[in-house]
């Protein structure tokens, strides 16, 4: 909002609608706002924004921005996977999971559903109940979590996952060896 991109964010969801992907040369966002953190570990690095052209517009920066943090979410993903963590569901709650364009596009990377859940808060509902049993109380009645969520599945085949996030991953290389704090 401070760059002043958005008027409110019931925006965010029209302009990445908008944007015109493969009419217009892509445009990526590295969100890295207070440096880069898991899996890569760079607390100097700044956001960048690659690929701006005459063509591009508020539409492409406002999609950009939202797929960074897609692109972002699947890189956590896959180094949790590839550790020892083994992931059977992905479910999304909180602010962010209610830019259906946002959810659309982590199912589309990560080649499965997203379940997007009907509890905006279980996000803090599910710290609060890890804080509390690690603080030795288990009664977990007070703890209610919803089972109810809707399932956003891919619109995309393999082969165009294959090429967005090769994409990625070339924006994340320069970036890698350039994007710190002067």
Same mark, same amino acid.
């Given at each position: 909002?401070?760059?002043?991109?958005?008027?409110?964010?019931k925006?965010?969801?029209?302009?990445?609608?908008?944007?015109?992907?493969?009419?217009r040369?892509?445009?990526?966002?590295?969100?890295?706002?207070?440096?880069?953190?898991?899996?890569?570990?760079?607390?100097?690095?700044?956001?960048?924004?690659?690929?701006?052209?005459r063509? =591009?517009?508020? %539409?492409?920066? $406002? *999609?950009a /921005?939202?797929?960074?943090?897609?692109?972002?979410m699947? !890189?956590? &993903?896959?180094a949790?996977?590839?550790?020892?963590?083994?992931?059977?569901?992905?479910?999304?709650?909180?602010?962010?999971?209610?830019?259906p364009?946002?959810v659309?596009?982590?199912?589309?990377?990560?080649?499965?559903?997203?379940?997007?859940? =009907?509890?905006? %808060?279980?996000t $803090? *509902?599910? /710290?609060?109940?890890?804080?509390?049993?690690e603080a030795? !109380?288990? &009664?977990?009645?007070?703890?209610?979590?919803?089972?109810?969520?809707?399932?956003?599945?891919?619109q995309?085949?393999?082969?165009?996952?294959?090429?967005?996030?090769?994409?990625?991953?070339?924006v994340?290389?320069?970036?890698?060896?350039?994007?710190?704090?002067?």
């Open positions: 909002k401070k760059v002043g991109l958005l008027r409110s964010e925006e965010i969801e029209l302009l990445c609608r908008a944007s015109r992907r493969g009419e040369p892509p445009v990526f966002f590295l969100p890295a706002l207070i440096g880069l953190a898991a899996p890569h570990w760079m607390p100097t690095a700044r956001s960048v924004l690659f690929g701006l052209s063509e =591009s517009g508020r %539409e492409d920066i $406002v *999609r /921005a939202v797929e960074g943090i897609a692109f972002r699947n !890189e956590i &993903d896959a949790m996977r590839a550790g020892t963590v083994r992931i059977n569901r992905r479910i999304v709650s909180g602010g962010l999971s209610q830019i364009y946002l659309q596009f982590q199912s589309d990377l990560f080649g499965q559903p997203v379940f997007r859940s =009907s509890d905006m %808060e279980s $803090v *509902r599910g /710290a609060a109940f890890l804080a509390s049993e030795g !109380e288990t &009664d977990s009645d007070h703890f209610c979590f919803s089972d109810r969520s809707d399932a956003i599945r891919p995309i085949g393999s082969r165009e996952r294959r090429r967005l996030l090769d994409q990625w991953g070339r994340m290389e320069w970036a890698k060896r350039g994007c710190h704090q002067p």
